[in-house]
Antibody, heavy 119, light 107 residues
Framework: QVQLVQSGAEVKKPGASVKVSCKAS????????INWVRQATGQGLEWMGW????????GYAQKFQGRVTMTRNTSVTTAYMELSSLRSEDTAVYYC????????????WGQGTTVTVSS | DIQMTQSPSSLSASVGDRVTITCRAS??????LNWYQQKPGKAPRLLIY???SLQSGVPSRFTGSGSGTDYTLTISSLQPEDFATYYC?????????FGQGTKVEIK
């Protein structure tokens, strides 16, 4: 079945970086964009950016420009999101989600990865 | 950035009720509007895309409508499994943005 499986929970100190993986299966990895969305505890959803696994093109929300890097390894059908210079406000659940065309919405989601930033 | 405003922020309803959630964009988004359902501890689930298209596998009691800046999600007859938080999201322009969510609770 079509699924995205994310890496496990992370605990990081302020100023460190975290890299979350998202392994795709059940579909052609390069045919769909991968988006990253985060959610702080009790808060709403926040879109961070997207990556096209075929070309490697990316687009980041201004808020995360300079701190986020989205990459992929097509040989293992895995997308990655690295966030640097972590601060306590980055504590959240991070989701990867697949999208097709601009009108399609994000139709398949990973299970989420909890990132805790604490000294 | 396009601001998405949902109303109400929360509502209480009974099984069988008709429920309507609205979403207003700060500018026209040409029906690039999606709706998601999220239950506690779970990832969001896509319900409606392109304002009114029902995602595969989603019950037909969920309908979406709207155009321009104003959109609506309607649940025709609320079921026990529908108690959740609902989010609208625009994909018209980057950055994609979400509404703040509407929590549907049991009355």
């Amino acid at each position: 079945q079509v699924q995205l499986v994310q890496s496990g929970a992370e605990v990081k100190k302020p100023g460190a970086s975290v890299k979350v993986s998202c392994k795709a299966s059940g579909y052609t990895f390069t045919n769909y964009d991968i988006n990253w969305v985060r959610q702080a505890t009790g808060q709403g959803l926040e879109w961070m950016g997207w990556m096209n696994p075929d070309s490697g093109s990316t687009g980041y929300a201004q808020k995360f420009q300079g701190r986020v890097t989205m990459t992929r390894n097509t040989s293992v059908t895995t997308a990655y999101m690295e966030l640097s210079s972590l601060r306590s406000e980055d504590t959240a659940v991070y989701y990867c989600a697949r999208s097709g065309t601009q009108r399609d919405g994000m139709d398949v989601w990973g299970q989420g990865t909890t990132v805790t930033v604490s000294s | 950035d396009i601001q998405m405003t949902q109303s109400p922020s929360s509502l209480s309803a009974s099984v069988g009720d008709r429920v309507t959630i609205t979403c207003r964009a700060s500018q026209s988004i040409s029906r690039y509007l999606n709706w998601y359902q999220q239950k506690p501890g779970k990832a969001p689930r896509l319900l409606i895309y392109a304002a009114s298209s029902l995602q595969s596998g989603v019950p037909s009691r969920f309908t979406g409508s709207g155009s321009g800046t104003d959109y609506t999600l309607t649940i025709s007859s609320l079921q026990p499994e529908d108690f959740a938080t609902y989010y609208c999201q625009q994909s018209y322009s980057s950055p994609w943005t979400f509404g703040q969510g509407t929590k549907v609770e049991i009355k």
